[in-house]
């Protein structure tokens, strides 16, 4: 059954005569498959952890479970689940802002001054294709494995989207536009103030939002800098102690959080760009 | 604008116009010797098909590009440079698509500096005008095609313009929409006359609304061909025998088949 | 703006990018040589072309030569590069296409999107061991998003109209994937290409800083342990190098395929 044919024949209106249109109405509903999806999803992993398939280091779902509310009520390593989380969002928040006041100037600077941007990019090349995680062994022969490193290797991985963002925003503006604030007697300060500003600003919140991500995919990477606390911490204690329901259950926080940040910043754009459409 | 002899002066002058662009031999010949004369609160329409280099004219009245050889005037004054004299309707519309329809038709006085309260009420009037009423706060993606265009003309005419200047401006609009917003703009022209420059490549948007149709030879680069006055009362008929006439000599003469 | 730029700036524009290459060698240079940057914490550029050269043919200190390194990192990446594409394509079309695929592969897969590919490493060792498959797995899990991705949006921007068409003239629904939504599908998973690899080589440097023996990874942390900081600059150079490299390679490849499918 394809996408097309459910919303052009519309099942959903018409009344099924009998069991087996009943039963296919219901199986062309995405809630329903969704919902056998995760079932089965569950039951294979539980199937799987039961007969072993991957040794004693896949725990089964519910081991899982007891291990998150065990974090979540029982301190690891002096500290509880929440607490590690808010470690761990800490850094990611102070990288992220540091990483949003470089990276959005100097791509702003890029796309205003052809100069700059002359002199810039190279450079700028010739380090984008380094990921972060390659930066964790400078970062500690420099900072040491304190707090220092940890930032400044969330905030090269962070600062990167926002200097491509901010620079493609400037430059990608509707000429057309400049030609019509001209026509309506703008100056050349009013062109930024009023065009420029305002046009790649979309742009620009999107590196920001790419930042974010980043920020939280880059901070594992970074707690695996001998930490002390932070999801990254969970996840290490847990290999080194052989507690793979441990590591899942990091994982699983780990990714309910990143959905979170997703959530909040897709609501915060339609609050600040109420004018871009709405792209399905 | 009258001079000491009594003769009008022409409102905006072109002389001996040319355009290339590029350099060498990726050199283009856009646009060949032009002059033409518009009087007045006269409504001219240039007319010419693609690539006759007729947007390309508009654009050097407006003074976003710079004439290769010869000089645009207004009022005499040499055009260099876009202001805010010359009111402009795009053919893609234009719009900011972060402003309103208020915030689009008021931002001509906001740039002037002119008090908040004051230039609402001036972008009130025009978009009033241009029927608009009641859309002031909804935003561009909004509104359709149509509208969107009478958006571009309210913020065009609120800069009280001395000239107005339009690219095809109803070439995206559905055949439907276009005859009423041709009906439209001689509605909104005859309450605030202005010396109009509209470009178009259909000759039958071209009688119905201009006073006299200027038109642009096919090929690149585009020539003046010749100048048709359109003796017709307005409000105009599409189906008028005379109308239809005049349409039918301006297709026969200049090859247009459109 | 070009017809308001005077033949000199334009010059000074083609200069500048090898004028700032250059003068941030220089600087870097003169900043360790002169002592404002110790040099037990970062090595000077020529210390590092030095470095390259004698890893070229010597297998010590870190007990493989450069070349060996380079090829083992890109043959972990190219083996779970290539699991991604050929598992996460295919589903990304069918979950573009098929509502009962999408419905059923969706939830698992929005499960395993955000999971950063560093959390993997541990179930990965424990799974599969330090070796290729446990590090190909790693590439795998994060080699696949953007291609399911760019597949899936693919299929989904098909123009209806094409689609509308070919049910009028009876197409099934298997020939309609098949004959029309694949082909425009096509440019989208294209780009997917490069994103995916992208994803796959930072993948493969968090696999290699934890658990490896060759690999340019492991060359950075080998770097650390021995407090060799041109070693460390030479292993990053050489990450961000190769992938540069292997990107080209697939923007030639991924052109050759686009313009065979337009003719």
Not at chain 1, 35 to 43: D, E, G, M, P, T
Request: proline letters at 6%; charged letters at 20%; aromatic letters at 10%.
């Amino acid at each position: 059954m394809s996408r097309e044919a459910l919303v052009n024949n519309g099942p959903i209106t018409e009344k099924p005569k009998n069991l087996g249109e009943l039963l296919t109405a219901i199986f062309k509903n995405v809630y329903v498959l969704y919902a056998i999806s995760i079932i089965c999803f569950l039951l294979l992993w539980d199937t799987m952890a039961v007969m072993k398939v991957l040794g004693r280091f896949l725990p089964r779902p519910v081991e899982v479970l007891y291990q998150l509310y065990d974090m979540l009520v029982n301190p690891l390593a002096g500290k509880t689940l929440m607490l590690h989380l808010w470690f761990s969002l800490r850094r990611v928040l102070i990288a992220f802002v540091i990483a949003v006041a470089i990276g959005v100037p100097i791509g702003l600077l890029m796309g205003f001054s052809p100069y700059f941007n002359a002199f810039f990019k190279p450079v700028f090349d010739l380090f984008k294709p380094m990921p972060p995680i390659a930066w964790i062994s400078l970062a500690i022969l420099w900072f040491g494995i304190g707090e220092t490193s940890k930032i400044f290797i969330i905030i090269i991985g962070a600062v990167v989207p926002c200097i491509i963002n901010s620079y493609n925003g400037i430059r990608l503006v509707d000429p057309e536009l400049y030609d019509c604030i001209r026509m309506l007697g703008g100056n050349q300060r009013q062109e930024v103030v009023e065009v420029t500003f305002p046009a790649a600003f979309p742009a620009i919140f999107a590196g920001i939002q790419i930042s974010l991500s980043m920020a939280w995919t880059t901070v594992l990477a970074a707690e695996l800098v001998g930490a002390r606390e932070g999801m990254g911490f969970i996840i290490i204690t847990g290999m080194n102690q052989s507690k793979p329901a441990m590591i899942i259950s990091g994982m699983v926080v780990i990714a309910l959080t990143a959905w979170a940040i997703s959530l909040v910043v897709t609501h915060l754009e339609r609050w600040v760009c109420p004018w871009k459409t709405n792209l399905e | 604008m009258e001079d000491k002899s009594g003769v009008k002066k022409p409102k905006i002058e072109c002389v001996n116009i040319s355009k290339f662009f590029g350099e060498g031999q990726e050199k283009i010949h856009v646009l060949d010797t032009i002059d033409l004369a518009v009087k007045e609160n006269e409504f001219i329409v240039v007319l010419g098909p693609g690539q006759s280099g007729k947007s390309t004219l508009l654009k050097i009245i407006a003074g976003l590009y710079k004439p290769s050889t010869g000089k645009a005037y207004l009022d005499g004054k040499e055009l260099t440079h876009p202001g805010p004299d010359r009111g402009i309707v795009f053919q893609r519309y234009t719009l900011f698509p972060w402003k309103t329809v208020m915030g689009n038709v008021e931002m001509g006085p906001k740039l002037r500096g002119v008090p908040r309260k004051e230039r609402r009420g001036l972008a009130s009037r025009y978009i009033d005008l241009v029927g608009l009423k009641g859309f002031e706060k909804a935003y561009p993606h909004q509104l359709s095609g149509g509208m969107k265009q009478r958006v571009g003309i309210a913020r065009a005419y609120v800069n009280n313009p001395k000239v107005m200047l339009l690219d095809e401006p109803f070439g995206q609009l559905d055949a439907q929409t276009r005859y009423f917003m041709e009906e439209e703009t001689v509605r909104i022209w005859e309450t605030e006359k202005r010396t109009v420059i509209f470009v178009t490549n259909n000759i039958e948007e071209a009688v119905y609304l201009g006073d006299r149709i200027a038109v642009l030879e096919g090929k690149m680069p585009g020539k003046l061909k010749k100048i048709y006055d359109v003796n017709l009362p307005r409000p105009r008929d599409y189906t008028d025998p005379a109308f239809l006439e005049l349409r039918h000599t301006i297709t026969e003469e200049t090859e247009l088949t459109l | 703006m070009s017809d308001k730029q005077s033949a000199g700036s334009k010059i000074i524009l083609k200069v500048l990018p090898y004028l700032s290459l250059l003068s941030v060698l220089a600087i870097w240079e003169l900043v360790v040589d002169t002592g404002v940057v110790p040099n037990t914490l970062l090595a000077t550029p020529i210390q590092v072309i030095e470095l390259f050269f004698y890893k070229l043919t010597h297998a010590d200190p870190d007990g493989s030569v450069l070349l060996i390194h380079a090829l083992t990192s890109i043959g972990e990446a190219l083996t779970g590069y290539v699991l991604a594409l050929a598992i996460g394509i295919p589903l990304g079309l069918l979950m573009g296409w098929f509502v009962v695929a999408e419905g059923l592969a969706r939830p698992i897969f929005e499960m395993i999107r955000p999971i950063p590919p560093v959390a993997w490493i541990p179930l990965a060792i424990f799974w599969f061991g330090i070796g290729l498959t446990g590090k190909a797995f790693i590439i795998w899990a994060s080699g696949m998003v953007p291609c399911v991705i760019n597949s899936f949006v693919g299929v989904r921007m098909t123009n209806p109209v094409y689609i509308r068409m070919a049910r009028t003239y009876g197409a099934s629904d298997w020939e309609i994937f098949r004959k029309i939504c694949i082909p425009s599908a096509l440019p989208m998973v294209f780009g997917g290409l490069q994103v995916a690899l992208a994803a796959s080589w930072t993948a493969l440097v968090a696999a290699e800083l934890i658990a490896a023996d060759t690999g340019l990874g492991f060359l950075i942390t080998m770097g650390r342990r021995l407090l060799m900081p041109d070693m460390i600059v030479l292993g990053m150079l050489m990450v961000g190098l190769t992938g540069v490299i292997i990107g080209v390679i697939i923007d030639r490849v991924e052109k050759r395929l686009v313009a065979g499918v337009r003719r």
